[in-house]
């Protein structure tokens, strides 16, 4: 077991970006948070708060999510890494489908319902890892030869753009987590992150990392 | 030190390695401030064309027959100059064909708009046909129908008249029965 991040639990933390990264993305920033809890139930508040998203958010909001300033700057963001958002959907895209598809934001648990409110309300990419399976702060980084994602068949190629921490991988930037390092029945401690792109100012990220953290501290 | 650069000069002559057929220079490249202010360049006019496809997204809805997807370069990871222009070009052109589809239905639509005028002054003129906001390119599920009041008699009279629905299905969906109703 890694030693704890060293990140406040009361605001949030810029995490480091590789500097071949900055130069080519200027508006690329990570912000991390620690919640000193894991997840489990969903409350009976956070599923009315979820009902109350769901009444609010319609299908003409999912139409025009596009062309807002946020969603745009994520989609831009994924054509700028070789994504396609039509075939791997921002977060606030994918939610908003899942919206569409069945008449509302369904309650999972509470770290995925905090995740779910955080990224609807402020529209910003928001992920969790247990925090005591990582190791110092997270950054971004594109990955060397022969760097694998843990518990994933085969190496990543070189030069792909992963979320890390001092050691090693910890996910795709915007994809797959490495095995064991999210959150599971049994973490204790919950480390947030947000993934800031260009165009999405910093006050957006901070309320979405606070707003996740409010609904799980409950 | 002229002894080193003696020493340096000895060595490539001793090299055999060597070919004379390629350039003695290296081949010029664009310095790499000038690589990243052209990809920087490049992702700004991705980022418009993204715009424009997301305000035509907007504006083609509830229309359908539309395919906005570009296909995924492969990443996550920082693009070459090469492929950004491949996938500016590649927006460009989904813009344009997007563009011309939605060009196309509205031309469809406005004649259609223009039937359903004449259907309204003369049914008679138009005897069964079937006219949906779908062909109007409105949303909803109500349509104009140009039938004979009273059935078989008003055919052979000549009596037309347009209908229009009641509009869509209800979300909950059929009623239910009458006993489940009462138990509810």
């Given at each position: 077991?890694?030693?704890?991040?060293?990140?406040?639990?009361?605001?949030?933390?810029?995490?480091?970006?590789?500097?071949?990264?900055?130069?080519?993305?200027?508006?690329?920033?990570?912000?991390?948070?620690?919640?000193?809890?894991?997840?489990?139930?969903?409350?009976?508040?956070?599923?009315?708060?979820?009902?109350?998203?769901?009444?609010?958010?319609?299908?003409?909001?999912?139409?025009?999510?596009r062309?807002?300033?946020?969603?745009?700057?994520y989609r831009v963001f994924y054509r700028h890494i070789g994504l396609d958002p039509d075939e791997q959907r921002t977060?606030?895209e994918e939610?908003?489908?899942?919206?569409?598809?069945?008449?509302?934001?369904?309650?999972?648990?509470?770290?995925?319902?905090?995740?779910?409110?955080?990224?609807?309300?402020?529209?910003?990419?928001?992920?969790?890892?247990?925090?005591?399976?990582?190791?110092?702060?997270?950054?971004?980084?594109?990955?060397?030869?022969?760097?694998?994602?843990?518990?994933?068949?085969?190496?990543?190629p070189?030069?792909t753009l992963?979320?890390?921490?001092?050691?090693?991988?910890?996910?795709l930037?915007f994809g797959?987590?490495?095995?064991?390092?999210?959150?599971?029945?049994?973490?204790?401690?919950?480390?947030?992150?947000?993934?800031?792109?260009?165009?999405?100012?910093?006050?957006?990220?901070?309320?979405?990392?606070?707003?996740?953290?409010?609904?799980?501290?409950? | 030190?002229?002894?080193?650069?003696?020493?340096?000069?000895?060595?490539?002559?001793?090299?055999?390695?060597?070919?004379?057929?390629?350039?003695?220079?290296?081949?010029?490249?664009?310095?790499?401030?000038?690589?990243?202010?052209?990809?920087?360049?490049l992702r700004?006019q991705i980022a418009r064309l993204e715009r424009q496809l997301g305000?035509l997204f907007?504006?083609?809805?509830?229309?359908?027959g539309f395919e906005w997807k570009v296909g995924a370069i492969g990443g996550p990871r920082v693009l070459s100059t090469g492929e950004l222009e491949r996938l500016r070009d590649a927006l460009a052109m989904r813009l344009r064909d997007v563009q011309a589809e939605?060009?196309?239905?509205?031309?469809?639509?406005?004649?259609?708009?223009?039937?359903?005028?004449?259907?309204?002054?003369?049914?008679?003129?138009?005897?069964?046909?079937?006219?949906?906001?779908?062909?109007?390119?409105?949303?909803?599920?109500?349509?104009?129908?140009?039938?004979?009041?009273?059935?078989?008699?008003?055919?052979?009279?000549?009596?037309?008249?347009?209908?229009?629905?009641?509009?869509?299905?209800?979300?909950?969906?059929?009623?239910?029965?009458?006993?489940?109703?009462?138990?509810?």
């Amino acid at each position: 077991m890694s030693d704890p991040p060293a990140v406040d639990e009361t605001r949030p933390e810029v995490g480091w970006i590789a500097a071949e990264l900055q130069q080519e993305f200027p508006g690329l920033a990570l912000m991390q948070l620690v919640v000193e809890r894991g997840s489990g139930r969903s409350t009976k508040e956070v599923k009315e708060r979820l009902k109350l998203l769901s009444d609010r958010f319609s299908g003409g909001q999912a139409i025009n999510m596009r062309h807002q300033p946020i969603p745009w700057a994520y989609r831009v963001f994924y054509r700028h890494i070789g994504l396609d958002p039509d075939e791997q959907r921002t977060p606030v895209e994918e939610l908003a489908l899942d919206r569409m598809k069945h008449g509302g934001f369904r309650s999972h648990n509470l770290l995925d319902d905090a995740l779910t409110i955080a990224i609807v309300e402020s529209g910003v990419a928001v992920r969790a890892f247990d925090a005591d399976r990582v190791s110092g702060p997270l950054g971004i980084r594109p990955t060397a030869a022969g760097e694998q994602l843990e518990g994933r068949p085969g190496e990543l190629p070189p030069g792909t753009l992963v979320v890390a921490d001092a050691e090693r991988p910890l996910s795709l930037l915007f994809g797959a987590l490495a095995q064991g390092r999210g959150v599971s029945p049994k973490t204790k401690r919950t480390l947030l992150i947000a993934i800031q792109v260009g165009g999405v100012p910093a006050i957006a990220v901070e309320e979405a990392l606070w707003l996740a953290a409010s609904v799980l501290r409950g | 030190m002229p002894a080193r650069k003696e020493f340096l000069l000895s060595a490539v002559l001793d090299r055999t390695d060597l070919t004379t057929s390629g350039p003695l220079v290296p081949a010029t490249t664009l310095p790499e401030t000038d690589e990243r202010l052209a990809r920087a360049d490049l992702r700004g006019q991705i980022a418009r064309l993204e715009r424009q496809l997301g305000e035509l997204f907007a504006s083609a809805f509830p229309r359908r027959g539309f395919e906005w997807k570009v296909g995924a370069i492969g990443g996550p990871r920082v693009l070459s100059t090469g492929e950004l222009e491949r996938l500016r070009d590649a927006l460009a052109m989904r813009l344009r064909d997007v563009q011309a589809e939605l060009g196309r239905q509205a031309d469809v639509e406005e004649a259609n708009r223009g039937l359903l005028e004449s259907m309204i002054a003369a049914p008679e003129e138009h005897r069964w046909v079937i006219v949906s906001n779908q062909d109007i390119g409105e949303p909803g599920c109500r349509h104009w129908h140009s039938r004979p009041r009273w059935g078989i008699l008003g055919m052979l009279m000549g009596w037309w008249r347009l209908r229009i629905s009641s509009g869509c299905p209800l979300a909950a969906g059929p009623r239910p029965p009458a006993s489940v109703a009462r138990s509810l």
